[in-house]
């Protein structure tokens, strides 16, 4: 229902990434930016503007724009159900009950920001299952060791750095877990880190290649200004900023105002439900933490826990210190892990006051998902930036 009730551009972003599309679409070609008719959104990889470009192609919509728009905001809802699906399968291969494993994925699929997300022209959500898929396969992997299993883990990582770069930090996950796997010996365990890093290079390294080529940096942000338009790092101003950026995230992680630019306001009511969900949310994951270090850890760790911890962390820290020091980034693209977060939490809710925890949260997500659907269904087209 969001992908035809939500005016055309009104999600954030949403224009830029249609022109990219509709670039590949018609010129067959990868964009430059700094040429005429090149958006922003050409500083990200190629893989979903390559696929956009084939769907707009096969539905003949490349010359209608609010058509190839609805294709791909359907596209993008297509794959909901198998992100939901993939993270039951993390959860489940992580050691979460089934139980668990289905609440987490109910929490990924219900959650109303990626609900937002994934009903809009973006590219964000096929790089969560991308995403996704590389890491249900490096389970297995990390588990049975062998350099083919890293070099097709690794692989997969470039496919989804070449949606957006952030993907790459699954690679840092993977390589950490495979040298600190002390079951095996020293050599074996630097054979497969170095297989998954070839494997992501050969995949994705040319396009780096290309940006520095181009632009003179690996990722081509500093060409960005090129097109008109410039993204500051967060100003920092004393507490109130670092409280300004604390509510942004509340906001994207359950009120997506933000993300449909503000074109609505939350009622005190769905602000207060977002930041309950907040902190139960947070205190849930506190409570599953004390639980972890009061535990019997004289044991190796688990290589898949350890794999999706420094993938998660790798995120969180690099979102945050590219925000304050390179540019005001979405707090959206913090979503690439999770799938990997969720599954963690589903395998530490073994209690059934924690799964009844996690289900409370749910029913807030669904609860504000109807609201979500309501108040954008109200927002006038006039309030929409699509250039037609």
């Not at 972003?13 to 090149?38: C, I, K, M, S, T």
């Not at 958006?39 to 539905?59: C, D, F, N, S, W």
């Not at 470039?158 to 950490?176: D, E, I, M, N, Q």
């Not at 995949?203 to 060409?223: C, I, K, P």
Request: with cysteine.
């Amino acid at each position: 229902m969001l992908a035809v009730v939500v005016p055309p551009g009104l999600p954030y972003d949403e224009p830029a990434h249609h022109d990219n599309v509709a670039f590949y679409a018609a010129e067959g070609r990868l964009p430059v930016l700094g040429q005429p008719g090149v958006e922003y959104e050409a500083q990200m990889g190629p893989v979903y503007y390559v696929i956009g470009a084939l769907l707009l192609r096969l539905t003949g919509t490349g010359d209608a724009p609010f058509a190839a728009l609805e294709v791909l905001r359907l596209a993008g809802l297509a794959l909901v159900p198998v992100l939901g699906w993939l993270t039951y399968r993390l959860a489940r291969d992580l050691g979460a009950r089934d139980g668990s494993a289905a609440l987490a994925s109910g929490l990924l699929v219900l959650n109303p920001t990626l609900l937002a997300v994934a009903a809009s022209a973006q590219n964000d959500y096929l790089c969560l299952v991308l995403a996704a898929v590389a890491a249900l396969v490096a389970l297995p992997a990390l588990r049975r060791g062998g350099t083919r299993r890293s070099l097709v883990v690794g692989a997969l990582v470039g496919l989804a750095v070449l949606v957006k770069v952030f993907a790459g930090a699954l690679l840092v996950g993977f390589v950490v877990a495979v040298l600190l796997d002390r079951r095996r010996s020293l050599r074996p365990r630097v054979l497969d880190a170095v297989a998954a890093a070839v494997g992501t290079a050969v995949v994705s390294g040319w396009w780096f290649v290309r940006n520095l080529v181009l632009y003179g940096d690996l990722t081509g942000a500093a060409a960005v200004e090129l097109t008109g338009v410039s993204f500051d790092p967060l100003a920092y101003e004393g507490i109130g900023s670092v409280l300004g950026w604390g509510r942004s995230l509340v906001s994207y992680a359950f009120a997506p105002t933000e993300y449909y630019r503000n074109a609505m306001e939350a009622p005190l009511a769905v602000k207060a439900a977002a930041g309950l969900l907040t902190v139960a949310f947070i205190v849930l994951v506190a409570a599953l933490l004390v639980q972890w270090a009061k535990g019997d850890r004289s044991s190796d760790p688990d290589t898949a826990v350890v794999f999706a911890l420094t993938s998660v962390l790798t995120v969180v820290l690099v979102y945050a210190a590219a925000a304050w020091t390179m540019q005001a980034i979405a707090p959206r693209l913090v979503a690439v892990a999770a799938p990997l977060a969720l599954a963690l939490v589903a395998r530490a809710a073994r209690a059934r006051t924690q799964q009844l925890a996690l289900l409370a949260v749910l029913l807030g997500c669904a609860v504000l998902d109807v609201w979500l659907v309501v108040s954008v269904a109200t927002v006038s087209a006039d309030s929409a930036p699509f250039p037609w």
